[in-house]
């Protein structure tokens, strides 16, 4: 990655060269000690000899009148890439990291894994590393968005093991759909489904403090609510309270039409 990138900048600048002044050229300059590098002001690349050698790649352009410019890209030797600019020889602009590379090889690190950081004014703004192989930050450190291994994602916060996708705050959405994966209960109206009495229903719930089959909130508060789970626990609650009042409607319909005839035949023997 790195190497293309330098062989695209080294091209750029060749090929934009062509486009200054006839007095303008792009050549190699000689060595240069650190302290001089400021004073690199024409098109050419420059060695600088210190601890850490390097190369230094200068664009010189002119502008309209006596209008000048540069542009200065350089290449440290374990992979750092970063540029730099300045206009009508003011102050050279704070240099901008492209490419941080490590010690041992261009764009890995010791262990071998692939690292990119992306800073502002000192803050790591997105940056891929190891475990975290493409993160966004705010400029206090707060992860924005952050990829990790496998595809797992987190959105306001670090990925969490064993969730494909972790959010830290609310989420809307205009429509979610949820892939069951539990028996839908239409079994519950099935003739063969065996419908627990009203009062073993009661008894569970004096003891356990919550309908069967519901988790409790120490459950909840401990391994939090699946959603499709937990809407098939309460359709099926609700299922089965419908045929409770169908049962109870049967019943008191019975009673209320025996109940009828009683009061039809005292009325017959009155007359």
Request: hydrophobic share 40%.
């Amino acid at each position: 990655m790195f190497r293309k990138t330098l062989v695209f900048f080294s091209l750029f600048f060749v090929c934009f060269s062509s486009f200054a002044q006839d007095n303008s050229t792009f050549i190699f300059r000689g060595n240069f000690d650190s302290s001089q590098r400021d004073a690199c002001l024409e098109n050419g690349v420059y060695n600088i000899g210190y601890t850490g050698l390097h190369t230094s790649t200068l664009l010189q352009f002119n502008g309209p009148g006596s209008s000048t410019g540069n542009f200065q890209l350089e290449a440290f030797y374990y992979g750092h890439l970063k540029f730099r600019s300045r206009i009508d020889n003011r102050t050279w602009s704070n240099w901008k990291r492209i490419w941080a590379g490590a010690t041992d090889s261009w764009e890995t690190d010791l262990s071998g894994k692939e690292r990119l950081f992306l800073q502002e004014n000192g803050a790591t703004l997105i940056k891929g590393y190891g475990a975290k192989p493409f993160g966004v930050m705010d400029g206090n450190g707060n992860w924005v968005f952050n990829v990790g291994d496998g595809g797992f994602v987190g959105i306001g916060s670090d990925i969490v093991p064993g969730y494909r996708l972790a959010v830290a705050g609310t989420v809307l959405a205009e429509r979610i759909k949820v892939k069951a994966q539990s028996t839908w209960p239409d079994y519950v109206f099935e003739d063969t489904y065996q419908l627990p009495s009203l009062q073993s229903v009661a008894q569970y719930i004096k003891v356990n403090k919550h309908l069967p089959e519901v988790p409790s909130a120490t459950e909840i508060e401990k391994n939090n609510i699946d959603v499709g789970e937990m809407n098939i626990i309460l359709l099926k609650k609700v299922e089965e309270l419908t045929r409770y009042l169908i049962d109870q409607q049967q019943k008191y319909d019975g009673e209320i039409a025996a109940l009828k005839k009683q009061v039809e035949a005292l009325n017959a023997v009155r007359k």
